[in-house]
């Protein structure tokens, strides 16, 4: 009894206490479970192992005597490594690793060598029909699952949506090199929508792509379906070098024709410098449309055949030309200009202008084919009669030749410039190096040939009728 009496005054004197259902209390009088230390300040409760090298300390959970069957667990210190181990009979055989924390303070869970923070293995793929190495969630409502390498949305095993900074912030995939992969089995992918009417589609007020080659750092491309709030107008696609959408330079529009204002295609630099578009017509916005504008390369149309319209739609030759006002065809080097118009008189002339002056310089006649040159005294000066021309109209020579670039060497008949032009220098023109007569002029002289050779011949008619008077007057003198 004495015995009894001391030991139980050492316990309460030194905090250990063992209440009458065999609990043992430090610091406590009254545990609930079978050890239970309790106190003020830090508790702790040691289990130290004496090996000077290696060994093990460490705490064992059994489930005791009949439970051979359950799980045992083990809370153990070995060389450093903390390790929380389980076995079925009671740590004789079959020990199993559940988790382990290096000297690296890495925790590994189903691996003995954990490679980082915390290192997960052992578990089983996702695309084989696995639970995963790690799973967030309940398993039979949604969870986020993830193997080695892959990230799974599941709602009671089924795939579900996975989102991803779904409450903002920034977004990064492969940022330091590699590929991205989505939807590689025929899925969609859907950017600021939720509505999947293609494999990628893309929801933004502002330019929805931005492209850029990084090697200068300055060749970005903005790429955008507008609406009626953008600079540029709704209802196009357009490609901007900018991030301002009048500076698109390719603009697609939903519309069929070419009206003039919009079109299918839209080519724009500047808003009064616009090419525009359609399936079978090229406008422009108010300005005129050059080809080949800097350049002096050839332009070619319809160089197989088919015919050409200008003004008009149906053409009815290989180049058909037509206009209400103004010249219809004109042919200029630097400053000189030959206009040729059809003209509306009587019957439609083929009028030919220089320089713009009116009225015109010649006409063909539209009933008869003739040629008529400007003649009308209002518009001449220094009108002086032509000196007489019968000499040298009579030193001419007229030549029947043909010509060196005739093939079928037909013959012609004409003068030679050479020789006219000491008589008549009026009618002779030389181009580079190459003489020409203006036999309009010819013929002008010939009628003032003619004219002197009539009088010529009245005169001599005057002579005979007066020699023919003269033998037969009647001779009074003889009788």
């Keep these: 009894m004495y015995i009894k009496i001391a030991c139980l005054l050492l316990f309460l004197t030194s905090g250990l206490y063992v209440n009458g259902q065999n609990r043992v209390g430090i610091n406590t009088l009254t545990p609930v479970r079978t050890l239970e230390v309790s106190g003020i300040s830090t508790q702790l409760i040691r289990v130290h192992s004496t090996s000077a090298f290696g060994g093990e300390s460490g705490l064992e959970l059994i489930r005791g005597i009949g439970n051979d069957g359950a799980y045992d667990w083990k809370i153990q210190n070995a060389s450093g490594a903390l390790k929380i181990l389980s076995s079925e009979n009671n740590f004789n055989s079959n020990i199993n690793e559940a988790l382990r924390i290096s000297p690296l303070q890495n925790l590994g869970i189903g691996t003995s060598i954990p490679a980082s923070k915390l290192h997960i293995d052992g578990g089983t793929n996702l695309s084989f029909g696995g639970t995963g190495y790690l799973k967030l969630g309940t398993e039979s409502n949604i969870n986020l699952a993830f193997d080695n390498s892959q990230i799974q949305a599941l709602n009671d095993g089924a795939p579900s949506p996975l989102y991803i900074q779904s409450n903002g912030a920034s977004t990064f995939f492969s940022i330091n090199g590699g590929n991205t992969y989505l939807n590689t089995g025929g899925g969609k992918t859907c950017i600021g929508t939720i509505t999947d009417n293609a494999a990628l589609n893309v929801n933004d007020n502002n330019f929805q792509y931005y492209i850029q080659n990084p090697s200068d750092g300055t060749n970005g491309w903005y790429i955008g379906a507008s609406n009626d709030n953008w600079v540029a107008g709704g209802d196009q696609l357009l490609f901007s070098p900018s991030s301002s959408s009048n500076d698109a330079v390719l603009r697609l529009m939903n519309v069929t024709e070419n009206d003039g204002t919009n079109a299918p295609v839209m080519i724009h630099t500047t808003d009064d410098q616009t090419i525009l578009l359609d399936g079978n017509e090229i406008d422009t916005r108010n300005t005129p449309l050059y080809i080949n504008h800097n350049s002096d390369e050839n332009t070619l149309i319809n160089p197989t055949g088919g015919m050409v319209g200008i003004g008009t739609s149906s053409p009815q030759a290989t180049l058909h030309v037509k206009g209400s006002t103004g010249d219809i065809l004109a042919l200029q080097r630097s400053v000189y200009k030959w206009a040729i118009t059809p003209i509306e008189y009587s019957t439609q002339n083929l009028a030919f202008y220089y320089n713009d002056q009116s009225p ?28 007489p021309v019968i000499d040298k109209v009579m030193q001419l020579g007229v030549y029947s030749y043909s010509l060196k670039i005739d093939s079928s060497q037909k013959k012609n008949v004409g003068i030679i410039a050479q020789e006219a032009e000491p008589l008549f220098p009026e009618m002779v023109y030389e181009q580079e190096g190459q003489y020409g007569v203006a036999y309009g002029q010819l013929a002008v002289v010939g009628v003032k040939a003619i004219q002197e050779q009539q009088k010529l011949i009245d005169l001599l008619k005057q002579k005979i009728s007066a020699i023919k008077a003269q033998q037969i007057k009647p001779d009074t003198q003889s009788h």
Excluded: E, F, Y
Excluded at 360 to 384: C, E, F, N, V, Y
């Design 360 to 387: 015109p310089d010649a006409q063909i006649h539209g009933g008869t084919g003739q040629w008529m040159h400007l003649s009308d005294r209002r518009l001449k000066k220094d009108i002086k009669p032509l000196a």
